[in-house]
């Protein structure tokens, strides 16, 4: 798989969560992505974006473009946080929880081609997820 | 901080949302909307989203809190001109959006407004004519 | 033209064809190997088979109907010529490419007819004629044919588009319907359900018919479908209702307990197009005639 580009964007406020959808935008209609699927990846990143900031403490995001043979952007979110301890009960619960917590990992699985998730409870999270076009 | 304006029309608050809003700037909108149904007595709160290309979980739980905020406060909220890619979006994430009326422009929104004054129980719906 | 009475030319193809046809495959293939051969797009055992059947297949052409490579004793090899045309045209081969095929058996065919004829000037004028001839023919051949293959997968892409940008349909000031035809697969369900969002924002239609007349089968993954365009419509402030539901779909959506919610059915376009104008508040009168 051939990267033809990395980029990288800190994520430490709000403002930078802005940063991110747009970046994300820009990117995805750039590789010719349909709207469609530029609308649910810049959507998976604004989740994404915004638990490694409220969750995991801050930290950021690469963005990868990818070109061979497919075309494809890769996102991948890193942050030095508390981690998540039940990884199946996250994906399951999205934002439907009344909780206000909703961590969005189920949604953004579900809006994108790939998505992986390593984590440890006290280490961090590392989640990247991946659209083909 | 800038904020986002709401518009008064008679008993209506008109609100148009746009693109990059980030979270505090939303929190900001909830707080004063709330703030002016109860100052004005509005009964009706449209909002029209048609500059917005995501709508994410964040933005969603906004829009569901200010419709059921508005309802305790006896005024009916109308979300009208969501784009296509975000309706499918929102249909893929999984995101209902329960008890947030929708209507696909200003128009049909205050359409809808209006007729839902009406029907309530505290009958001052004849005043939105 | 030959100066050799027609049918006796070819006969030293076909006796060269005859005693060493191994040879002149090795040839063939050596040939061919240079530039057009296309090795990521044929795998060399196939290409070699296809070459051995062909010089058999031409051996028995010129011995049953000389060099007239329209007559009727050539129709085996016409027959296998479009097989190899069209399925190049499918794999990626240039019309070139594939005409190649057929003109590198010259030079080995050649050679052969030279040395046999090496004393005999007008024997070998004649049947070097007739070998070009032929293998022009055949060349030829193989080239109109790929053209046609590929005005035909042009054409069944037309169709293939037309089909999927369904026409969504005003039926009236905020009805629109969607007259569904065909299967329902997942790509060609965003696409049609795009397409349907779309038309409801540019006519500001408040309800959608989506006419299933033409879809053979609902199963769960059809139903899933539609059930996420319904959703997507709502959200933006439609609401749809599903027409040509037949019998046989009613039953398969209960045996299958598909749940289509508060989803209106009806089983005809026009018992729809009755309830989406209820919905509107719209109401058809007659005119009183004066």
């Known amino acids: 798989m051939a990267v033809v580009s990395t980029e990288k964007i800190p994520i430490n406020a709000e403002i930078d969560v802005v940063a991110v959808r747009r970046r994300v935008r820009e990117l995805s209609a750039k590789l010719g992505f349909s709207l469609v699927d530029q609308t649910k990846t810049v959507t998976a990143a604004s989740e994404l974006a915004r638990n490694t900031m409220i969750h995991g403490g801050g930290g950021q995001m690469f963005l990868e473009a990818l070109n061979g043979p497919r075309t494809g952007l890769r996102l991948i979110f890193e942050d030095t946080g508390p981690g998540i301890p039940d990884v199946e009960l996250a994906l399951r619960d999205g934002f439907t929880t009344g909780s206000g917590l909703g961590l969005g ?3 953004a699985k579900r809006l994108m081609s790939d998505f992986e998730i390593s984590t440890r409870v006290g280490q961090g999270t590392r989640i990247t997820i991946t659209r083909w076009k | 901080m800038e904020k986002i304006p709401i518009l008064r029309m008679g008993d209506l608050l008109l609100v148009t949302i746009q693109v990059d809003m980030h979270d505090r700037l939303a929190m900001a909108l909830q707080e004063d909307l709330t703030q002016m149904i109860s100052d004005t007595e509005a009964r009706g709160v449209l909002i029209d989203i048609s500059s917005l290309d995501i709508v994410d979980s964040f933005i969603g739980r906004m829009l569901a809190n200010i419709a059921a905020m508005s ?5 009916e909220t109308v979300v009208v001109g969501m784009r296509p890619s975000v309706a499918i979006t929102l249909v893929e994430l999984g995101l209902s959006l329960t008890g947030v ?4 422009n200003v128009d049909a929104g205050m359409d809808l407004l209006k007729s839902a004054v009406r029907g309530s129980s505290n009958g001052y719906g004849s005043r939105l004519h | 033209m030959s100066a050799l009475p027609q049918d006796q030319t070819g006969l030293s193809i076909s006796a060269i064809l005859t005693r060493d046809e191994q040879g002149i495959l090795s040839e063939w293939m050596k040939e061919m190997s240079n530039s057009t051969r296309r090795g990521d797009l044929i795998r060399e055992s196939d290409l070699r088979s296809q070459c051995a059947h062909f010089l058999k297949l031409m051996k028995q052409g010129i011995q049953a109907g000389g060099s007239n490579f329209n007559s009727p004793a050539w129709d085996e090899v016409r027959e296998m010529l479009s097989e190899i045309s069209r399925t190049r045209a499918q794999q990626g081969f240039t019309p070139s490419e594939t005409a190649t095929f057929i003109f590198s058996v010259k030079r080995p065919l050649f050679t052969r007819i030279q040395q046999d004829l090496k004393g005999q000037p007008d024997a070998l004028a004649s049947e070097m004629w007739a070998a070009t001839e032929l293998l022009d023919a055949m060349g030829l051949y193989t080239s109109e044919v790929f053209q046609k293959s590929k005005e035909e997968v042009i054409r069944r892409q037309q169709e293939e588009m037309l089909e999927l940008s369904t026409p969504v349909v005003k039926l009236w000031d905020g009805v629109v319907a969607l007259p569904l035809i065909g299967t329902l697969d997942s790509a060609r369900t965003q696409i049609v359900m795009e397409s349907l969002l779309e038309a409801i924002v540019q006519t500001n239609s408040r ?20 059930l996420k365009t319904v959703t997507a419509a709502r959200l933006m402030g439609a609401d749809c209702i599903i027409s040509g539901v037949r019998p046989q779909i009613a039953q398969t959506i209960v045996h299958l307990g598909i749940n289509l919610l508060d989803i209106t059915t009806k089983a005809t376009l026009s018992a729809a197009f009755s309830v989406a104008l209820q919905r509107l508040g719209l109401q058809v009168t007659k005119e009183a005639r004066g």
């Open chain 3, 207 to 226: 309800v959608a018919i989506i006419d299933i007349t033409g879809v053979p089968t609902v199963d769960t993954v059809v139903a899933q479908h539609l």
């Open chain 1, 105 to 107: 990992l189920g949604g």
């Open chain 2, 101 to 104: 009326r929708t209507a696909l």
């Open chain 2, 71 to 75: 309802r305790v406060l006896d005024a």
